[in-house]
Nanobody, 114 residues
Framework: QVQLVESGGGLVQPGGSLRLSCAAS????????MGWYRQAPGKQREMVAT????GTTDYADSVKGRFTISRDSAVYLQMNSLKPEDTAVYYCNARGRVWQYAYWGQGTQVTVSS
């Protein structure tokens, strides 16, 4: 049973920063890729940032230059220069290379508002 637990969400003012963490049961390096996805009210879930087992990263155009995904024994998402449109529930994901398996965390709310 794979468990992914996110933490670090909260309320922040526009221009502020937050750091999300995702802890997995067992080693994260057994997954082909891990990443962060988000879902805003009334919208589909979208990819934010991913990192492969080999360390290759990918970002949504809307967050490039502002967000950074990293890992050690957990996976992190450093979010800087936050905007109101970044408001969403952020989910941690672990998956196979071609999505032959996928696991999701319970999500953590990020709200960017003054």
């Amino acid at each position: 049973q794979v468990q992914l637990v996110e933490s670090g969400g909260g309320l922040v003012q526009p221009g502020g920063s937050l750091r999300l963490s995702c802890a997995a049961s067992g080693s994260i390096f057994r997954f082909d890729a891990m990443g962060w996805y988000r879902q805003a009210p009334g919208k589909q879930r979208e990819m934010v940032a991913t990192i492969t087992n080999g360390g290759t990263t990918d970002y949504a155009d809307s967050v490039k230059g502002r967000f950074t995904i990293s890992r050690d024994s957990a996976v992190y998402l450093q979010m800087n220069s936050l905007k109101p449109e970044d408001t969403a529930v952020y989910y941690c994901n672990a998956r196979g290379r071609v999505w032959q398996y996928a696991y999701w965390g319970q999500g953590t709310q990020v709200t960017v508002s003054s």
